[in-house]
């Protein structure tokens, strides 16, 4: 009898456990279920979804389409601002974002200039060695070398959480990104990917 009692609890908790699963939706009030989810927080599959959809949108929109290999714009990292309950890395989702622009042939990423500072300041470190007599001097990167970047890459990831009339929470994230051309000032480029999750008013989002 005993057996059968904790049988009983352990497939009633399997249930709950699969009913409570957080799943992917379509945002909207009918919550129609557009697939399975890990957490009701940002995973792996998110950032990559989130990055694919930018990419494709980016590299086939026409601003660019006058740029090739032979004139490739050269593009320097933005602040990509946090705007969610997570401790989340924003390069998560600028790194694959950046990989894909530099195979496309055209674009290029400088580390020398950034929001916030260069992502490797050894292009300064270097010039410092200048009439350092321990260094060959032909071997120095002379002046006048960097090169000024085109487009600036920035961007926001927001998070909104509601709570459900079934008792349920939705948490709804917004990828934004936009390419700035920084001779004008113009945003020629933006985009937003929008992920819709539900899962149980227990679940977490951080």
């Known amino acids: 009898m005993r057996g059968k009692i904790l049988a009983a609890i352990a497939i009633g908790g399997l249930v709950f456990s699969a009913c409570s699963k957080p799943i992917y939706t379509d945002g909207k009030a009918s919550g129609v279920k557009k697939g399975d989810a890990l957490t009701l927080g940002l995973d792996r599959e998110d950032f990559e979804n989130a990055a694919e959809a930018m990419i494709n949108d980016m590299l086939s929109d026409p601003a660019f389409a006058g740029i090739g290999v032979e004139n490739k714009k050269v593009v320097a990292m933005g602040r990509v ?8 890395d924003t390069e998560k ?88 051309d920084l001779a004008s000032g113009v945003v020629c480029w933006e985009y937003e990917k929008t992920i819709n999750k539900t899962g149980s008013s227990k679940s977490v989002s951080w």
């Open 81 to 88: 601002v946090n705007d969610t309950a997570q401790r989340i």
């Open 93 to 180: 989702l600028t790194a694959k974002i950046t990989v894909a622009l530099r195979k496309s042939g055209k674009f290029v990423l400088t580390s020398a200039v950034a929001a916030g500072g260069a992502l490797d300041g050894m292009s300064e470190d270097v010039r410092k060695l200048r009439d350092n007599e321990e260094f060959d001097q032909k071997t120095i990167a002379k002046k006048g070398t960097l090169l000024s970047p085109d487009f600036s890459l920035s961007g926001k990831i927001r998070q909104d959480t509601a709570r459900l009339e079934n008792g349920k929470t939705q948490v709804e994230y917004f990828f934004l990104l936009r390419m700035t």
